[in-house]
């Protein structure tokens, strides 16, 4: 059993079902996207595309790179798809990474890949616009074992890393994301914005809905915007990272959502609190996750308790739940490792898990580079990154207490050696007396900005390389 065979399942359950509706309103049915994979299969295999190969893929998420994912595992090819937050730099490190036999993209970005030598190499160009004859399409046996993508992190803490998923480690993650994505009736459409999650959204026959605004820029979508899309498709559910929810919790919902699933960078308590006040009727799911383990815990934001609350105001760490059935958590040193069938154990390089990969009783834990705690009910808390926490000092506690002083609307805390600088984000930041005498007894210097720098994927955690250069400066 592979991904592939959920889709096919839920294919031949629902052909008519929409599967996947564009930006531009355009829409394929579960029927239409599987013919849809199997000509482009059978176009790909006559120009020699076949099992373990490896295709750089090029294609914005929508029904061209779903179908694309879809022709290729049924070929048994592997998808190798560059960080997009990295841009060009992410599009020239995966080609050079991972060696591949051929580049999907449209003619634009083909034309554009002789630039660069990397790219310039790549034996094959294939177009996610080809038809071929869908009954022609050969079919390998695909194992579980067999590698299905290549993707790399962000390298925002270091330089990216690839790490090969296989079809199996694709059915854990699949597995392990049912209790927060699969439907919760048969007319669910959820309008996802991790472009990953779109896969077991199509894997547990939902209707998925693309973003009608910019991926790259989600801290300039409004709340109207959001809200007009999700009307007009009959929307159930939104998958969006952290700042689409701050925005949503100062705009609000002015459509039936039934929940909000967000995840990709801390939740901060005002901000949640401010969302379930603002959207009455609809649930806050805050998830847990990293690229190597996903999800590792979640929780549903309204039933926290006023107890909770508070623990996270006074310094607690932000609250993400139990973990799930399938993820071993321990707290190691102040560190979160994470093991599971659906956590990745290795990289490309694997020079690089010497870092971030440990063995305890015979198993392989990913750190997380997370500083957490379990409470005595098994929940998970987040302290904030480990590389900032200091004895007795973790970012999110300082961030946490910062986002209550007046004028503040964001803040991020860096460390460097013995340097800690707490960066606040304002109009007319204003610190009370006794939280910046706190500061100043911890060792604790104030940086104001107009704005805090972003992280480029989700647009929802602090670009900690470029406040780092900001310390410098």
């Given amino acids: 059993m592979t991904l592939l065979d959920h889709f096919s399942q839920r294919t031949a359950e629902h052909p008519d079902r929409t599967a996947i509706v564009e930006r531009d309103g355009s829409t394929i049915t579960y029927s239409g996207l599987s013919k849809r994979a199997e000509e482009l299969a059978a176009a790909w295999a006559a120009k020699g595309i076949g099992k373990g190969d490896h295709v750089l893929v090029a294609v914005w998420p929508g029904i061209a790179l779903y179908a694309s994912l879809a022709a290729l595992w049924r070929l048994g090819a592997v998808a190798v798809l560059p960080e997009a937050a990295m841009g060009l730099a992410g599009f020239r490190h995966a080609a050079a990474a991972a060696a591949p036999k051929a580049l999907l993209a449209d003619r634009p970005i083909r034309l554009l890949s002789w630039l660069f030598p990397e790219t310039r190499k790549i034996p094959l160009g294939l177009s996610p616009r080809s038809v071929g004859d869908a009954d022609a399409a050969p079919s390998p046996t695909v194992a579980a074992a067999d590698p299905a993508l290549i993707s790399f992190t962000s390298g925002t803490t270091g330089k990216p890393k690839g790490m090969v998923r296989s079809h199996g480690l694709l059915l854990a993650q699949h597995e392990a994301l049912a209790s927060l994505i699969a439907p919760q009736d048969e007319h669910e459409t959820d309008l996802v914005a991790f472009p990953a999650f779109v896969l077991t959204c199509l894997g547990h026959g939902t209707t998925v809905v693309m973003p009608g605004w910019d991926l790259r820029r989600h801290d300039r979508v409004s709340g109207e915007t959001i809200s007009r899309q999700a009307r007009a498709m009959g929307v159930t559910r939104l998958l969006v990272p952290p700042v689409i929810t701050a925005r949503l919790a100062q705009d609000g919902l002015t459509t039936p959502v039934r929940r909000v699933l967000t995840g990709g960078g801390p939740v901060y308590p005002d901000v949640a609190r401010a969302f379930l006040t603002r959207n009455p009727g609809t649930g806050l799911t805050i998830v847990y996750g990293s690229t190597e383990a996903e999800p590792i815990s979640h929780v549903e934001a309204e039933a926290l308790s006023e107890t909770d609350w508070q623990e996270a105001a006074r310094g607690g760490g932000l609250p993400v739940g139990a973990p799930v059935p399938e993820a071993t958590v321990l707290i190691e040193d102040g560190e979160i490792l994470v093991a599971g069938p659906h956590v990745n154990e290795t990289y490309m ?27 005595q009910q098994g929940r998970l808390w987040l302290l904030g990154r480990l590389a900032a926490s200091r004895p007795g000092l973790h970012p999110f506690a300082i961030e946490t207490a910062a986002r209550l002083q007046p004028g503040v609307t964001g803040a991020a805390v860096v460390a460097v050696q013995d340097r800690v600088v707490l960066f606040v984000e304002g109009a007319a930041p204003r610190l009370g007396d006794d939280f910046a005498n706190r500061l100043a007894t911890l060792g604790i210097a104030v940086r104001p900005l107009a704005a805090i720098p972003l992280d480029r994927r989700h647009r929802s955690k602090p670009d900690y390389a470029a406040l780092t250069r900001l310390m410098d400066a």
């Fill in 349 to 375: 390089d694997r020079a690089q898990d010497a870092v971030t990969k440990l063995r305890r009783d015979g198993r392989i834990f990913h750190r997380t580079g997370d500083a957490g705690r379990l409470d």
